[in-house]
């Protein structure tokens, strides 16, 4: 179990990269929800896959930086940049050696930090987020000291900020991610499904219209692993509705990768008995009301684990045939 989470978590993690890299915002988002909900199952991070884990939750910081509304930190002055310098920080710890692209990131990450408060014309707090940002440090002060004179100027568009652009900021995350993912190629998940769809010849056409029959390994597993599978089906259940050849869409290698993975794991006659498990569940959920009981639950989990920290709450708060997007339409109605 222990072995299939570790694959999966990487597996995840590399694909929200990729993700990220080619734009695709929608793909990114759904990789992110299955990336956040297996660390919530972890106690801690393996240490050959914090550098993978890091720079996800980087991506995630950085995908929303201009939104200052959203909040990744306990502290609500934290912005979503200032919260991917701190995991860009992590990054820098695991690398064997510091190239000059790390160091254009994190000028980048400071610069942007105060730059997003200036456009929307928070200079009290930029101000304040510059003496966070820097320490009495000689190699700190040529930065800040033009950063304090951008910010007494409260002009976001002095020559500094729009040569050292988010635009900028984005290039650079892109020309890293791509190191990475050459560097982390090998993924065990990419080359089983790989030689699988290989040995089959299954081409884009099969994917599309037919539901994709997978010779099945005898894997052991155990109720509790097959339940946390269950639940990523439900992220993942319009992957699931195209392989079973409700909707001929057009399908993603990803999403073959994952049903392929899950097929094996589960030892299924075929990926219907998937969605069957599927919708049993999402039967059960249907007009269910709230209980005065989950109310408090939910209430509970925000006070502990924060607004919007929804998976968290779900798996800590026992709910009754829930998911997380649930719980956070009850808290708005709350």
């Not at 910081?61 to 909040?71: A, F």
């Not at 966070?132 to 568009?157: M, W």
């Not at 089983?192 to 010779?215: C, P, R």
């Not at 059960?284 to 607004?307: A, C, N, P």
Request: charged fraction near 25%; include cysteine; glycine fraction near 4%.
């Amino acid at each position: 179990e222990a072995q299939a989470a570790d694959w999966m978590l990487e597996f995840a993690c590399y694909s929200l990269c990729r993700h990220f890299k080619e734009g695709c915002a929608a793909e990114f988002r759904r990789w992110k929800d299955v990336a956040q909900a297996l660390l919530n199952g972890l106690s801690k991070i393996p240490t050959h896959q914090k550098k993978m884990v890091y720079l996800s939750q980087l991506l995630i910081r950085i995908s929303k930086g201009k939104n200052l509304e959203c909040h990744f930190e306990n502290d609500r002055r934290i912005s979503p940049l200032e919260s991917a310098l701190s995991f860009w920080t992590l990054l820098e710890r695991e690398e064997v050696k510091l190239e000059k692209i790390h160091e254009d990131i994190r000028r980048l990450i400071q610069i942007q930090i105060v730059a997003v408060h200036m456009e929307k014309g928070y200079f009290k707090e930029a101000a304040e987020v510059l003496e966070r940002l820097f320490t009495d440090s000689e190699s700190d002060k040529p930065l800040r000291v033009k950063l304090a004179t951008v910010i007494k100027s409260k002009d976001p568009y002095v020559p500094l900020l729009q040569s050292f652009s988010y635009n900028l900021l984005m290039s650079k995350i892109n020309s890293y991610i791509e190191l990475f993912m050459k560097e982390y190629k090998t993924n065990f998940l990419i080359e089983a499904a790989t030689k699988q769809v290989e040995s089959k010849g299954l081409g884009a056409t099969a994917f599309q219209t037919k539901t994709v029959n997978v010779n099945k390994k005898k894997l052991e597993t155990n109720q509790r692993f097959v339940l946390s599978l269950i639940l990523l089906m439900d992220i993942l259940g319009q992957y699931i509705e195209t392989l079973c050849g409700m909707q001929p869409c057009c399908l993603s290698v990803d999403s073959l990768l994952v049903c392929l993975y899950i097929n094996c794991l589960l030892d299924l006659n075929s990926l219907q008995n998937v969605q069957n498990n599927r919708d049993s569940l999402a039967c059960g959920r249907k007009k269910q009301r709230w209980t005065y009981k989950e109310d408090l639950k939910l209430k509970s989990g925000v006070r502990e684990f924060g607004v919007g920290n929804w998976t968290k709450i779900l798996i800590h708060g026992d709910f009754n045939n829930r998911t997380s997007v649930m719980l956070k339409d009850r808290w708005r109605t709350l």
